[in-house]
C-alpha cells in the first residue's frame, strides 16, 4: 500500500494550517514533524477520512484498512486492558496474541485492573496495543510516545517496527529521536 498525498490544503475559520503539503509514504515509517499547530492532526484527520480539504488529494486510502493511536488514548475507563482490546475486536480477539502483545509493552501483570487506575504511560501503551491487534493496512500514529519513559518508550518502538513490516506507519511526534528509532523518513510541515 502506498499513500499519495498532493497539493492538500486545509484552513479552519480563515486560517490557513495546511498549505500544498505534498508527500508519498510507502513501506515503513514517514514521520510528519512541525511545530505546534502547523497542522499535523488535522492531516491525520484527513487521511483517515475524518476531514475533508478544502483542496489537493490523498490517493490510496480508500481501499485501505487503518488503525490509529489518536493523541487521547479514547480507553474505556470502566474496563481492564483485555477488555478494552476484546471491544474493539469484538469475538476476533485471539487471547494469546493478546497477551503476548501486552507483555511486549510491559502490561502483562495488569489483568483485571480497570484502566481508570493506570497510569498516563500505561493507558499509551494499552492504546497502541489496540491499534496494533487490529487487522489494518496501515498505521496513523499521533504522538505515539506521550508519557512513556525511556524503557518503555524503547519497547514501543521495538513492537512497532515488529509489528509493521512492509506496511505504511504515518508518525506525528516532536522527537528525532523517535524517528531515528524507526528509520522514518521525515516530512517537514511549515507553519
Known sequence: MEIKVENLCKSYDGVQVLK??????????????????AGKTTLLRILLGLERPDSGNVRGTAEGRFAAVFQEDRLLEQLDAMENLGFVLGGE???AGAESL???????????KPVREYSGGMKRRLALARALLVPFDALVLDEPFTGLDEENRKHAIACIRSRTAGKPVLLVTHSRDDAAGLDAQTVVLEL
Open 93 to 95: 480477539l485471539n487471547q
Open 20 to 37: 500544498n503539503v505534498s508527500f508519498t509514504a510507502g513501506p515503513g515509517v514517514t514521520c510528519v514533524m512541525a511545530p505546534s499547530g
Open 102 to 112: 501486552l507483555a511486549e509493552l510491559g502490561l502483562s501483570g495488569e489483568h483485571g
